[in-house]
C-alpha cells in the first residue's frame, strides 16, 4: 500500500459526460501528479501540482483539467468524453517537487467510455 | 526532451535464470531514471531509482541497474528470476520540471 488513495476505483460512463476522479496523496507530501495508461499511449504524464499550483504540464487534452485543494488532494476533470479517453488513470504523490524524488502511485481509476 | 526507450515488449526467462530487462534513455540533461514495476490490476511501485553518484543501483527484491552514461543506458537485472517476479516493467526518466517519461513497458514471464 502506497498509501495514495484513488477514488472511484471503476467509473463507466457514455461519450459526451463529464467524470471527476479523486486523489489523495500521502500524508505530508505536497505534490500530485497525474498519469493516463491506455493500451496504444501507455503511460503519459498529465499535469503536476505542488502545494496547489500547478507545476507542469504534459500531454494533457484542453476537455481535461485538474486541480489542488487546501487540503491537498486533487482532482482531475475529464469533460465532453470520448472513446479514446477510456483508459486506467494513476495519480502519484511525492513529498516536495524535486525531479529525483520517488513518486508513489495510487491503485488508479479505471475509466470506461461508452 | 528526455525521453526513454524499452527494448523488448515482452521476456520470457525460466525460474532461476538470469533477467535483463533492458532500457535506454534521451536527455540533454544529467538524468534521473527509475524503474518501476506493476503487478496485474495494481499501480506502480518503485523498484529502483538512479540520481546521482554510484552508478550500480540496487533495488528492492533483489533487482539492480546500472547506469552508463556512455551506453545511454540503463538497463534492469536480477540474478535470478522467481515466479513472483512476473509482472510489467517501466523504464522512466524525470525531466527537470518534473515531467516524468515512460518507456512502453516490458511484459516479464517467469516459466516453471
Known amino acids: 500500500d502506497s498509501g495514495v488513495t484513488q477514488t472511484p476505483k471503476h467509473l463507466i460512463t457514455a461519450t459526451g459526460q463529464r467524470v471527476t476522479l479523486r486523489c489523495s496523496p500521502r500524508s505530508g507530501d505536497l505534490s500530485v501528479y497525474w498519469y493516463q495508461q491506455s493500451l496504444d499511449q501507455g503511460l503519459q504524464f498529465l499535469i503536476h501540482?505542488?502545494?496547489?499550483?500547478?507545476?507542469a504540464k504534459g500531454n494533457i487534452l484542453e476537455r481535461f483539467s485538474a486541480q489542488q485543494f487546501p487540503d491537498l488532494h486533487s482532482e482531475l476533470n475529464l469533460s465532453s468524453l470520448e472513446l479514446g479517453d477510456s483508459a486506467l488513470y494513476f495519480c502519484?504523490?511525492?513529498?516536495?517537487?524535486?525531479?529525483?524524488?520517488?513518486?508513489?502511485f495510487g491503485p488508479g481509476t479505471r475509466l470506461l467510455v461508452l | 526532451a528526455q525521453s526513454v526507450t524499452q527494448l523488448g515488449s515482452h521476456v520470457s526467462v525460466s525460474e532461476g535464470a538470469l533477467v535483463l530487462l533492458r532500457c535506454n534513455y534521451s536527455?540533454?540533461?544529467?538524468?534521473?531514471l527509475f524503474w518501476y514495476v506493476q503487478y496485474p490490476n495494481q499501480g506502480l511501485q518503485l523498484l529502483l531509482k538512479y540520481t546521482t553518484g554510484a552508478t550500480l543501483v540496487k533495488g528492492i527484491n533483489g533487482f539492480e541497474a546500472e547506469f552508463k552514461k556512455s551506453e545511454t543506458s540503463f538497463h534492469l537485472t536480477k540474478p535470478s528470476a522467481h515466479m513472483s517476479d512476473a509482472a510489467e516493467y517501466f523504464c522512466?526518466?524525470?525531466?527537470?520540471?518534473?515531467?516524468?517519461?515512460f518507456g512502453a513497458g516490458t511484459r516479464l514471464t517467469v516459466k516453471p
Open positions: 502519484a504523490s511525492s513529498t516536495l517537487a524535486e525531479p529525483q524524488e520517488t513518486q508513489y
Open positions: 536527455s540533454s540533461v544529467p538524468p534521473y
Open positions: 501540482y505542488y502545494n496547489g499550483e500547478e507545476r
Open positions: 522512466a526518466v524525470s525531466g527537470h520540471n518534473n515531467d516524468m517519461r
